[in-house]
């Protein structure tokens, strides 16, 4: 699989809460292209928290839908907004795990709508939540003038272990 560059990181006025490295307050997600799949790994720590040493749900739903909407934009390059989502939490998520893998994909396109489904799985690769994203896509002249063109990968090819070494060495 191969890192995304994400398109935003030299705009000023970029601050998303979910994939924006400079904001302090934000999940700082990062993105790779995995064929037509977009993959996350993300380190939780205890200030995400619900209940002692467990993931906040609203964490989990930051996670996943920003997931899904890289997924639209690698799938149909172009961005758009969540108009619904419907998430089911299937186990609870611990801050002690090393990393989180997340999995988006675009499952179904009507026009200007997209479905994208995502799942978020702990270190053991057990299936701990999961969400359809109804996504309402722009159109691609609207995407520009929101600073998306598309996306470049960088050149070389990582595999798992290599990105949960770096983020777990972090």
Known sequence: MK???????NHDAYHCFGCCDRNESGVKMEFYADGEEVVSYWKPESRFQ??????HGGIQAVLLDEICGWAVMLSM??????????TRYKHAVSTNNAFLKLQAKVTEI??????????LYNEEGVLCTQTVCTYFTFPKE????????????????????T??????CQ
């Open 77 to 86: 390059q172009t961005s758009g907004v969540t108009s619904k989502m419907e």
């Open 3 to 9: 890192r995304i560059i994400n398109p935003w990181l």
């Open 50 to 55: 619900g209940w002692i040493d467990t993931l």
């Open 163 to 168: 990105i949960v070494r770096s983020l777990t």
């Open 142 to 161: 609207k995407s520009s003038e929101m600073g998306f063109n598309g996306f470049e990968l960088e050149d070389n090819e990582l595999d798992e272990d």
């Open 110 to 119: 009507k026009r200007n709508i997209a479905t994208v489904e995502a799942s």
